[in-house]
């Protein structure tokens, strides 16, 4: 996790930055997950994009990884 914990510091929008971004990018995109891919982070946006559904499948793709 990218985005700073501190809550002064935080924003409507999540940057992870796992192992392997391009592949975990091809399986969000496989899994119907609205995000982007920017300098080897995925970058979501569960405050307009992301439905709880899709923050779900998410973490279920992130865990296969």
């Known amino acids: 996790l990218i ?8 924003a409507g929008i999540v940057v992870l930055k796992p192992r392997n971004a391009e592949d ?15 300098e080897g982070m ?3 946006s569960p405050h307009c994009y992301n439905t709880r559904d ?4 998410t973490l279920a793709v992130l865990d296969a990884s």
């Not at 975990?24 to 920017?38: E, I």
């Not at 899709?54 to 499948?57: D, G, L, M, Q, T």
């Open 42 to 44: 995925i970058r979501l």
């Open 54 to 57: 899709e923050i779900e499948r």
């Open 3 to 10: 985005t700073p914990r501190a809550r002064h510091k935080r």
């Open 24 to 38: 975990v990018s091809r399986r969000l995109s496989d899994a119907r997950v609205t995000h982007s891919l920017r």
